[in-house]
């Protein structure tokens, strides 16, 4: 998150920052964008940029939270929500935001194609520091829990369990790479899923106490 600095500069020019570093990280994945570079495109000098934000991830960080804001957005006008529980591959991405896809400049180059291609431990940050329990939450459907066969404590905790799904896709960069293999990382995705809905579907407190 940018530091009160930032924020308290005029509109124009945190725009024309902000803007700036959207179109450089449209241009490759977080690895390979220069912070020199980016200063030099949002026309300050390095000290202001530090007084702006941590580093370039504390930036990237908050640019994708821009992109979230407007699924969210959407999310709540249309009552559009990501499944990721569901069999049905095509509901677990964002591909159902169509508006934003459409409205967002380089949404589909900066949070589809090169966050793809950014480091495994970024993205993985940013799932687990940045995302779970945070406002985006409310972007995943959650019929799941509805079942009157699942446990009231599963119910209770379900934003804890949503987390834990969330975390699968990160979790598998390290052992399987989408980009080189991706019909094998959906299988073992697939694997995943199943395997935690299958436990909140049939878990029970006496499996817990007797374990």
Request: glycine share 4%; proline share 4%.
């Amino acid at each position: 998150m940018p530091k009160q600095t930032f924020f308290n500069l005029p509109d124009a020019k945190k725009d024309h920052i902000i803007r700036a570093a959207v179109e450089e990280f449209s241009k490759a994945p977080y690895q390979e964008i220069s912070i020199n570079h980016l200063i030099k495109c949002m026309e300050i000098p390095t000290g202001s940029f530090y007084q702006y934000f941590d580093d370039k991830r504390d930036l990237y960080f908050y640019i994708l939270s821009h992109y979230l804001d407007q699924m969210l957005d959407e999310s709540v006008h249309d009552g559009k929500h990501l499944d990721i529980l569901h069999p049905n591959n095509k509901s677990t991405n964002t591909s159902i935001f169509t508006h934003t896809r459409k409205s967002t400049p380089y949404y589909q180059e900066i949070f589809v194609d090169n966050f793809n291609k950014a480091p495994g431990d970024l993205k993985r940050e940013w799932t687990f520091d940045k995302l779970i329990g945070s406002k985006y939450m409310a972007l995943y459907n959650y019929d799941l829990f509805d079942s009157s066969d699942i446990d009231p404590c599963i119910k209770e905790n379900k934003y804890l369990m949503m987390g834990l799904a969330m975390s699968v896709s990160s979790t598998l960069q390290c052992f399987c790479s989408r980009k080189e293999d991706e019909e094998k990382y959906k299988e073992l995705y697939t694997l995943c899923i199943n395997v935690i809905k299958t436990g909140i579907i049939h878990y029970s407190p006496a499996q817990s106490e007797g374990s």
